[in-house]
Every structure is written in C-alpha cells, then in structure tokens.
C-alpha cells in the first residue's frame, strides 16, 4: 500500500489494496519483517566476513537515540542496547572502523555503555520483559561486554551487574550440551547464538534445507562462526547473504515466516470480509504446513499453537476448514500453551485456539461436540485472565490493544452468553482510552493499534458512541502515512514489525470503517 492511499480524500479502494498485499506475500515468500538491532548487532559481531557488514555498523550508529540507548521504552531498551554496545566494542577491538573511524565507533558505544550503567543502576529493580530467551540473552550480552571491558581500561566504565535473579546457570547448561553434541530443544536454536564458541560448527546442529537455523540470521551466523568464513556456496552463508542483500546489511529478527504472515494476513482480512483473490496454491501451502503436531511460523522454528490455530482459522474463514485437532498437541489441564514446556501462558493464543475450534465447528456442525469442551475451556481462561479495567496483555505483543483486540472477538463471535459482560468491558476500555486526535496506543497513537481498537468497535461493539469513536479512529487512519512503518511492538528476541500483518490488520479498519454508514456519517461531520 502506498502512502498516497492514505492521504484524506476520496474512499480509499481497500479491496485493490488488499489484492496487491497478498500478492505481495507470493512475490516474497520469506515473509516482509522490519530490520532489528539485537540481529544487527549479532552479525557485526559474529560475521563480520558477510556482505553488507559496513552498513550493519552504520545502522546501529543511525539508529542509537539522544540518551544513548537503542529500542523501546519500559524495559525493552535493555537488549537492543546490550547488543549494539557489544558489537560496536568488537569492531572496535577488532580494528574495524567500517570506514567510519574508531572515534565514531567508541563514541557511539561509550554512548550505550553509559545508557547500560544508567538502566542497570539498581540491578535489583531491573525488570525484563517477556520476550524470549531474554534471560539467558541478558545474560550473554553482559558477559561479552564485560570481557571487552576488561581488555579496555581506558573506557574508564565499570563492569555492568546482572539483573537481579538471573544466573548464568542455564547458559553454561546450553554450552555444555552443545559441547557434548547433545540436541537443545527446538525454542533454544532460534537463539542459539547466546552459546557463542559452543555454537559454532556444533554437530548437533543442523541447517534447514533453506540454509537458515532457527528461523534466526544471528543463529545462523553463530553456527558458522568456526575458523574462517564458509565456502561461498554453503546453504548457510547463502541465506544469510540473501537476507543480508534484501536490507541492504541490516537483518531482521526472525526469517523465514512465511506460515504465520500468510496466517494473519489471511484471516485479517476474511474477518473484516474484504473480497480478495487469494492464490489457490496460498491456500494448498497453508493446509499442507500443518502437521499432526501442528505448524511452526516458518522453516526452523517449532511448531506452535499460535501459528497453528491463526493458519487453521484462516482456512475455514476462505471455505476450506481443515479438523483442528493437531491443537490437541498444545492442550494442558487449565488452557493451550504456545509449546510445551513454555514458561508462562499467553492470552492471545487462547483467544487464537478459540477463533480455530469455534469456526471449524460452525463450518462443520456435525464436528463441534467434539471440540465443545475446548472451546468452553478457551473461553473461560479468558475471561478470568481479563483486568479490572477490561482489557488484556500479552507475551507476544507489548501493546495492550493487541491482546484485548485478540480476546474479546473470539469472546464475542464464539464465548457465549458467559462472555458478554467481558465483551462489554473490553469496548468501554477501548472508548475510554481514545486518544484526542483520534488515535489509540500505548506509547502514542499508532495506526496498528488504532486498526485493533476499531476492529473491536466495529466488530463487536455496535452502539452510537462507539460508531463516532470508529468514525474519529477512521479519519486517523486516512492521515497516516504507511502503517507498516510504525514502532516495533511484536515480541521476539527484539520488538519487530511484521510489515505485512500490520497493513492487512489497518486494511480490516478501513474496510469496516468505510463498510458502516453510521461512521461514514459521523466522519464526515468531523
């Protein structure tokens, strides 16, 4: 979508917009992620040989804010800002000024060292956010920076703490398997660079036919890391040059993610009831992801229940329902875990697992029995998991709005009479949190989070203060230049942006905004 189609004036053709989304999908099947730092950072440190190397070191110098930090704020500037310091320190070491010079290079990392010993003041009242690995994470930046410390005692900069509660334990754990030649688990490759040495060449490590580990180019990276750079036609090192050339040296944090983009996207739009074209082969390929154990979000990652419930709800959603029962895979006694062994419980993907089971069994009535208990599990967990003030969070998204967008429509289309009340409470959170120029978020107006507020009005709201509330939300979304280049606010080792996913999300807005003669009208009077 271009930015001219956001600009005020005539009725925005959502449908043509939507068309060329999904053929955007087909056209790059990896899936359209925004650059991240704590990838960045792991390659200008671990692969300092691959193409692109320069421009890495001179995005994370672009990209450092005043106070000499790097990411979000509330905690999610720690690990974005451990890795970039870090890197900036091994090239500095190294000798490798980029042809910046070792004064941009130390400047920019005494900048982030100064800003690590600022957020890590009071060790004991550091708190982490929920996103992956960030435990053992932490806890091997730290232990890098602080070697570099040693051998630079002219920074002049004492050794950085340890948050309070974290060990390095479970990383010597990690080393010591990869040692041995003993398997991690499945989650653990996606971050697989924390092993540092012990990663590299590990023999229990093994690339995908794609040539990436762990869905993860710092992964990747990692795994190669022994001896000299790899022969130019190793899968490995072809797939961190393809990504690394796609972005012109930066990565992302997670690629491939062809399930999940095209899960989303799908859906999104099915929900608002865009008409779209979809390639019969998208469809094929989604049905033929999910496993008896379900689908992971792309190639090299685990299979989980997000991924699976999201592809399985856009199938029957595009008239072709498959049985759901690989979710079966994810059930625990009190609700549906991401994966097993997860630490922690996420909402959105109770209210994903809802959205599966509650469509599938409208779509095939002579099947729901089967799947009723689950969906009466579902949606109680929910809706005791809901906060005094109607709204939700999650582990996978650092916007509230997400999750409480999540929850309350799968509530409404498929909770029951139980769920109304909950329902009830989630609109009046969203019209009371409006902001004045029309937008919602939590940081700021965005027009991914203001695309989930609506979707929740309109969807399941329905009164005349939430059509005005849509209606001054609508007129937002036709100020806005590009949705897709909004913060970073989904969860993975760094916050990212699925680029895709959140212009399908604003497209949904639009569609029903546009759909709704009551806020057509009151937008026009606006």
Known sequence: MSS????????????????????????????????????????VTLAPWLVGHRDRVAYLIGTQRPDGAWGALDGYALVPTLSATEALLSAHIRGDDCGLGPEALMESAGRGLR???????????????????????????????????????EAGIERLPLPAG???????????????????????????????????????VCPTAAGTIGASPAATAAWLAAGDPPDP?????????????????PVPVGLPITVFERGWVLSWLARARI??????????????AIGPVGTPAGAGLPADADTTSVALYALSLHGVPYEPESLWAFETPTHFCTWQGEEGASVSVNAHVLDAFGHFSR?????????????????AWLRERQWADGSWDDRWHASPYYATASCALALGEFGGAESRAAVRRAVRWILDTQREDGS??????????????????????????VAEAAARGYRYLRGTADPGEGPPMWHDKDLYVPLAVVRAAVLAALHLAQSDPLVVEFAGQL
Do not use: C
């Open 4 to 43: 001219t189609d956001f600009i005020l004036g005539a009725r925005i053709d959502v449908a043509s917009a939507a068309d060329e989304l999904v053929r955007g999908l087909m056209l790059q099947p990896w899936g359209q992620v925004s650059p991240s730092v704590y990838e960045t950072g792991r390659l």
């Open 363 to 379: 779509k095939r009535p002579n099947r729901a029995e089967g799947y009723a208990a689950a969906v009466g599990k579902a949606a």
């Open 115 to 153: 800003a690590l010993s600022r957020l890590l003041a009071d060790a004991a009242a550091v708190r982490l956010p929920d996103t992956p690995a960030v435990e053992i994470i932490v806890t091997s930046l730290v232990a890098l920076i602080n070697a570099h410390l040693d051998a630079l005692p």
């Open 440 to 465: 919602w978020g939590r940081w700021g107006g965005t027009a991914e989070e203001t695309a989930y507020a609506m979707q929740l009005l309109l969807l399941v709201g329905g009164d005349e203060p």
């Open 275 to 288: 008409p779209i074209d979809v390639p019969p082969e998208m469809l094929v390929d989604l049905r033929a």
């Open 166 to 204: 974290l060990s390095e334990a479970p990383l010597t754990m990690i080393k010591g398997r990869l040692e041995s030649g003993k398997t991690l688990p499945d989650k653990l490759m996606h971050a697989l660079e924390v092993a540092g040495r012990a990663a590299a060449g590990a023999p229990a």
């Open 233 to 249: 036609g190793d899968p490995a090192r072809s797939h961190l040059e393809a990504v690394a050339l796609r972005y012109g040296g």
